[in-house]
């Protein structure tokens, strides 16, 4: 369990409701956006919130297999609605931004976007013209900004989305998988 994990556990049981303020939207919005002053990275905010969300969802749930009608659930919606106004306001101006690390050198972008070509020019020539597969390839090109584990977990993504639609066959699949994720092992060690 990282800190923000343990920092959203906390703040539900011991802070969030339970702050001796009547649990009204306008006091839940208030202990909230004290509690997230606390975090720099809109990351972390966003991680922290949706624990949160989540840790209120599984409360009530469970709350709600042996409640006779006390009204816990009402201050639980409020303090979720609460939460996801935060999300969304997080969301309008949060752009994702991978690790160093993670980031393709723009060599490495160039090169996958030229491997893409080569396999729709070599799909094509192969007739497998159906649109859908040139429109999922292309739309690879778009999203190098994911950084290298989430580009790769999308191209993983839409070759099985590919495959389980009968478009192309597993083993042409697993050779187009293996062209592009050549050169990046570490990555694929780490999405197997």
Same mark, same amino acid.
């Given at each position: 369990? &990282?800190?923000? =994990?343990?920092?959203?556990?906390?703040?539900?049981?011991?802070?969030? !409701? /339970? %702050?001796?303020? *009547?649990?009204? !939207?306008?006091?839940?919005?208030?202990?909230?956006?004290?509690?997230?002053?606390?975090?720099?990275?809109?990351?972390?905010?966003?991680? #922290?919130?949706?624990? !949160?969300?989540?840790?209120? $969802?599984?409360?009530?749930?469970? +709350?709600?297999?042996?409640?006779?009608?006390?009204?816990?659930?009402?201050?639980? &919606?409020?303090? !979720?609605?609460?939460?996801?106004?935060?999300? =969304?306001?997080?969301?309008? *101006?949060?752009?994702?931004?991978? /690790?160093?690390?993670?980031?393709?050198?723009?060599? =490495?972008? %160039?090169?996958? +976007?030229?491997?893409?070509?080569?396999?729709?020019?070599?799909?094509?020539?192969?007739?497998?013209?159906?649109? $859908?597969?040139?429109?999922?390839?292309?739309?690879?090109? /778009?999203? #190098?900004?994911?950084?290298?584990?989430?580009?790769?977990?999308?191209?993983?993504?839409?070759?099985?989305?590919?495959?389980?639609?009968?478009?192309?066959?597993?083993?042409?699949?697993?050779?187009? #998988?293996? &062209?592009?994720?050549?050169?990046? =092992?570490?990555?694929?060690?780490?999405?197997?």
């Amino acid at each position: 369990m &990282n800190i923000v =994990e343990k920092e959203a556990i906390e703040f539900y049981e011991y802070g969030f !409701l /339970n %702050s001796g303020k *009547y649990n009204n !939207l306008e006091n839940l919005k208030s202990t909230l956006t004290s509690k997230l002053y606390n975090f720099n990275r809109d990351r972390d905010k966003l991680d #922290f919130l949706k624990i !949160l969300s989540s840790t209120c $969802i599984d409360d009530v749930k469970n +709350h709600m297999k042996t409640c006779t009608g006390c009204g816990y659930d009402k201050e639980r &919606n409020v303090a !979720l609605f609460a939460i996801n106004q935060e999300i =969304e306001s997080i969301n309008r *101006y949060y752009a994702f931004e991978p /690790n160093k690390d993670d980031k393709f050198t723009t060599q =490495e972008e %160039s090169k996958l +976007h030229s491997k893409l070509n080569k396999i729709i020019e070599d799909l094509e020539k192969q007739s497998f013209g159906q649109q $859908i597969i040139f429109e999922e390839i292309e739309e690879l090109k /778009n999203h #190098f900004d994911l950084g290298k584990k989430t580009w790769f977990q999308l191209l993983k993504g839409k070759l099985v989305e590919i495959t389980i639609e009968g478009a192309l066959e597993k083993t042409i699949v697993k050779e187009i #998988f293996a &062209n592009l994720s050549e050169g990046f =092992e570490q990555i694929n060690k780490m999405l197997n």
